[in-house]
């Protein structure tokens, strides 16, 4: 009979929910970066005419 | 790869500092952020754009950098390995993942940093506060699993167990 430790007993249930959670991470970003009008530093732009102007 | 004790100390000790301190400067520059985002007085917003875009290059880069590279040698040598634990895995991924993102968003830093400096008109961005809140939220994640070291090993780490239990015979 061969001996299995504690550790060896498939995968924990923690690192199923990190999964879990992870992939709803992923996924929600892709949807945000397809739907959601592209990112990266042209998103955050530098014209006012795309956001609040500073107070004067 | 085994370190000697003394250098596993070195290591371990500088793996701490460097993480520990990625959290903190996180939160110091989510604080920029918020101000960023809320200030009404104009000089307070353009200075915190400034300040990010030197934070994130001077502090951020370079403490993502030596958490990497010290929790890379603190696993690698000692009896933990990269691949074995989940809790190292995951800690692995994030902190990955973190640098990647953290390099990639230097860009969006530097380009509201330029027009801070140049322009009158000054967009008010929620980019830095929702970024460095998810990264808040990535490295507390990361603090944890390395404080309690939850259990479970991977299939790669089960089948280097055996073979330890079989040459131990």
Redesign the interface.
């Known amino acids: 009979m061969s001996?299995k430790?504690?550790?060896?007993t498939g995968?924990?249930r923690?690192?199923k929910v990190?999964g879990v959670i992870a992939a709803l991470v992923v996924v929600l970003l892709i949807v945000l970066l397809v739907f959601g009008g592209g990112h990266?530093?042209?998103?955050?732009?530098?014209?006012?005419a795309?956001?609040?102007?500073?107070?004067? | 790869v085994t370190l000697a004790p003394r250098l596993r100390k070195f290591v371990f000790t500088a793996h701490v500092v460097s993480s520990v301190g990625w959290l903190g400067a996180i939160t110091g520059f989510l604080a920029l952020a918020v101000a960023s985002l809320t200030s009404d007085e104009t000089e307070t917003v353009r200075g915190a754009y400034l300040a990010m875009d030197v934070m994130g290059w001077f502090v951020l880069v370079p403490l993502a950098f030596a958490s990497l590279l010290t929790g890379l040698v603190q696993s690698l040598g000692t009896h933990w390995g990269l691949f074995r634990h989940y809790w190292v895995l995951f800690k692995l991924l994030i902190n990955v993942v973190a640098t990647v993102l953290l390099l990639m968003y230097t860009q969006t830093l530097d380009a509201l940093a330029d027009t801070a400096r140049e322009s009158d008109h000054l967009l008010r961005s929620a980019s830095p506060t929702l970024h460095a809140s998810a990264a808040l939220v990535l490295l507390l994640v990361a603090t944890t699993l390395a404080v309690y070291k939850p259990r479970g090993l991977t299939p790669y780490g089960q089948r280097k167990q055996r073979e330890a239990a079989q040459t131990s015979r």
Do not use: L
């Not at chain 1, 990266?40 to 006012?48: A, E, I, K, L, Y």
């Open positions: 001996y430790s504690p550790e060896e995968t924990p923690w690192v990190f990266g530093p042209q998103r955050h732009g530098s014209s006012p795309a956001g609040v102007t500073m107070p004067q």
